[in-house]
């Protein structure tokens, strides 16, 4: 499985997220149908990244979605008076039950050592530009949780930037006459990664 299925099947628990948070007016049998989707997707995520990983990057991975289903969903069931009931799927994969927290310790790893793979940031990158707050969620301003978003959305700025330059070097280099038109397409590849990043978000959560 390619980093961007990884991350598609990564969206797609958000976007189902965000779906079941619109409906009105929920109740068990809504969430069970929401919980079992998202659970095959967490399945299909956790099988392919096993194979080509660590345990511990794997949950690296993995936990943070779950962190971000169970708070947004927690935030709902608390608005609606336990008009449902709902079983932490943190607690049902990892037996803990302190996600608010342990993301951000999970976080403090993927920063002491960049050499994760870059779903794992992608993934800490999408949940904390889909609302997920943790422990600041009182505070979101917090100069703390402000740092852990800029610090990775600047790691994967810098993972783009070394991809383009794979791409230069696996390419012979141009007459000098084409100096000018080499550079200019690499502008425009750099400039199309993030947009192709945000683009696929988009097309997630439009349908």
């Given at each position: 499985?390619s980093?961007?299925?990884?991350?598609e099947i990564?969206?797609?628990?958000?976007k189902?997220?965000?779906?079941?948070?619109?409906?009105k007016?929920?109740?068990?049998?809504?969430i069970a149908?929401?919980?079992e989707?998202?659970?095959?997707?967490?399945?299909f995520?956790?099988?392919?990244?096993?194979?080509?990983?660590?345990?511990?990057?794997?949950?690296y991975?993995?936990?943070?979605?779950?962190?971000?289903?169970d708070?947004k969903?927690?935030?709902?069931?608390?608005?609606?008076?336990?008009?449902?009931n709902?079983?932490?799927?943190?607690?049902?994969?990892?037996?803990r039950?302190d996600?608010g927290?342990?993301?951000f310790?999970?976080i403090?790893?993927?920063?002491?050592?960049?050499?994760y793979?870059?779903?794992?940031?992608?993934?800490?990158?999408?949940?904390?530009?889909s609302?997920?707050?943790?422990?600041?969620?009182?505070?979101i301003?917090d100069s703390?949780?402000?740092?852990?978003?800029?610090?990775i959305?600047?790691?994967?700025s810098?993972?783009n930037?070394r991809?383009?330059?794979?791409?230069?070097a696996t390419?012979?280099?141009?007459?000098?006459?084409?100096?000018?038109?080499?550079?200019?397409?690499?502008?425009l590849?750099?400039a199309?990664?993030?947009?192709?990043l945000?683009?696929?978000?988009v097309f997630?959560?439009?349908?």
């Amino acid at each position: 499985m390619s980093e961007l299925t990884e991350i598609e099947i990564a969206l797609n628990i958000i976007k189902e997220t965000d779906e079941v948070l619109d409906t009105k007016e929920l109740d068990n049998e809504k969430i069970a149908f929401f919980r079992e989707q998202v659970r095959k997707n967490v399945f299909f995520l956790q099988e392919e990244l096993s194979e080509q990983y660590s345990e511990a990057v794997t949950k690296y991975a993995i936990f943070p979605l779950l962190a971000y289903v169970d708070e947004k969903i927690m935030f709902r069931y608390e608005q609606e008076g336990n008009s449902f009931n709902w079983n932490l799927l943190q607690q049902e994969y990892y037996d803990r039950k302190d996600g608010g927290e342990y993301v951000f310790d999970i976080i403090d790893s993927l920063l002491s050592d960049t050499i994760y793979p870059q779903v794992c940031y992608k993934i800490i990158f999408f949940i904390l530009n889909s609302d997920f707050s943790g422990k600041y969620y009182s505070n979101i301003y917090d100069s703390d949780f402000l740092s852990y978003k800029k610090q990775i959305n600047k790691i994967i700025s810098e993972n783009n930037s070394r991809s383009l330059n794979i791409i230069d070097a696996t390419k012979p280099s141009p007459p000098s006459r084409d100096i000018k038109t080499a550079s200019y397409k690499k502008y425009l590849i750099g400039a199309a990664i993030p947009i192709v990043l945000f683009g696929i978000s988009v097309f997630v959560f439009s349908f």
